[in-house]
């Protein structure tokens, strides 16, 4: 079935440090999410890329879907505490089934 | 006010036991999914349904039946329970249209067989 390789898997940084994080696919896909889940907690949508190209803003997190339709980046600027979490890269390949295809999850701690 | 609810929270149970996990959405969404995160944190999506009716359906064992009343509720009802099972389900929605990708979590309903 179809992958999503996210990289890397986990990311210990210094407070006001900049994170950067990514997913490749082997398929192109049509939509990628980033999402970010807490302990105990769903996750939780940050940002939603529909067109190759495209670079969207939500506060410090920048992400980009990529030209060739088989990546994406997430950057995180100027890290706080409360950016811990993991977070998830998402996308959709297929017709508009909304079924979703998650990456393996980014671990990131930032110390004080 | 929650937007997608669970209950329970946390299941705990022995092998062989049925049990039922309900998920409820006041976002007005017309489709839900359930999903599966297992103990290394991966999430695979296991049945959506769209206005009550079935449209993704994974490799899940028959013993995963999920039951959709109304579109603001998908329950997943779970037959003779499995070591494996162990694993945090979560319920999502979506409304259909140019967002549909959109997916709100609930916050999990972490199940553990014994």
């Known amino acids: 079935g179809q992958q999503l390789n996210q990289s890397p898997q986990s990311m210990f940084i210094q407070e006001g440090e900049d994170v950067s994080m990514n997913c490749t696919s082997s398929?192109?896909?049509?939509?990628w999410l980033w999402y970010k889940q807490e302990p105990g907690e769903g996750p939780v949508l940050l940002i939603a890329?529909?067109?190759?190209?495209e670079l969207t803003s939500n506060g410090r997190l920048t992400a980009q879907f990529g030209i060739t339709r088989k990546d994406s980046f997430l950057n995180i600027s100027a890290s706080i505490p409360s950016d811990v979490g993991i977070y998830f890269c998402?996308?959709?390949?297929?017709?508009?089934?909304?079924?979703?295809?998650f990456g393996q999850g980014t671990t990131l701690q930032v110390k004080p | 006010d929650t937007a997608v609810s669970q209950t329970p929270k946390y299941l705990v149970t022995q092998m062989g036991n049925d049990k039922s996990i309900k998920c409820e959405q006041n976002l007005g969404h017309d489709t839900m999914y359930w999903y599966k995160q297992d103990s290394k944190k991966f999430l695979k999506i296991m049945f959506s349904?769209?206005?009550?009716?079935?449209?993704i359906n994974e490799t899940v064992p028959n013993r995963f039946s999920p039951k959709s009343p109304d579109k603001a509720h998908l329950n997943l009802h779970i037959n003779s329970l499995e070591l494996g099972d162990s694993a945090v389900y979560f319920c999502?929605?979506?409304?259909?249209?140019?967002?549909?990708?959109?997916?709100?979590f609930g916050p999990g309903t972490r199940l553990t067989v014994l």
């Open positions: 349904y769209n206005n009550k009716e079935l449209i």
């Open positions: 998402a996308g959709q390949s297929s017709s508009n089934t909304g079924k979703l295809i």
């Open positions: 398929s192109i896909f049509n939509t």
């Open positions: 999502a929605s979506s409304s259909f249209g140019h967002s549909y990708n959109e997916q709100f």
């Open positions: 890329l529909y067109k190759a190209g």
